[in-house]
């Protein structure tokens, strides 16, 4: 059963820093690009950072670049987002997503954690 289950999120003050975590199992991790995606309410869905299967490269959204570390521990099937000098514009809920081409795409996520930057 693949599953993917986020952690990490929670109130926090403008400046302040959270570490999301991503636990996957269920399929071959090490394999997966995987992605942190959030969500405010009306908004569209944004991409905020990328990993490469190996940890190799990463990309960050032009609205968190130098702010926020995506990262991920193959032997521990999990991927970290620090999040640092956070702003109120922050504030959504964070999706991780794993995507692997195979033949197909085989596209997983996550049920999401809040996080809400406010003072």
């Known amino acids: 059963q693949v599953q993917l289950v986020e952690s990490g999120g929670g109130l926090v003050q403008p400046g302040g820093s959270l570490r999301l975590s991503c636990a996957a199992s269920?399929?071959?991790?090490?394999?997966?690009?995987m992605t942190w995606y959030r969500q405010a309410p009306g908004k569209e869905r944004e991409l905020v950072a990328t990993i490469s299967s190996t940890g190799g490269a990463t990309n960050y959204a032009a609205s968190v670049k130098g702010r926020f570390t995506f990262s991920r521990d193959n032997a521990k099937n999990t991927v970290y987002l620090q999040m640092n000098s956070l702003k109120p514009e922050d504030t959504a809920v964070y999706h991780c997503?794993?995507?692997?081409?195979?033949?197909?795409?085989?596209?997983?996520w996550g049920q999401g954690t809040q996080v809400t930057v406010s003072s």
């Open positions: 997503n794993a995507k692997y081409w195979g033949l197909r795409w085989y596209d997983y």
């Open positions: 269920g399929f071959t991790f090490s394999s997966y690009t």
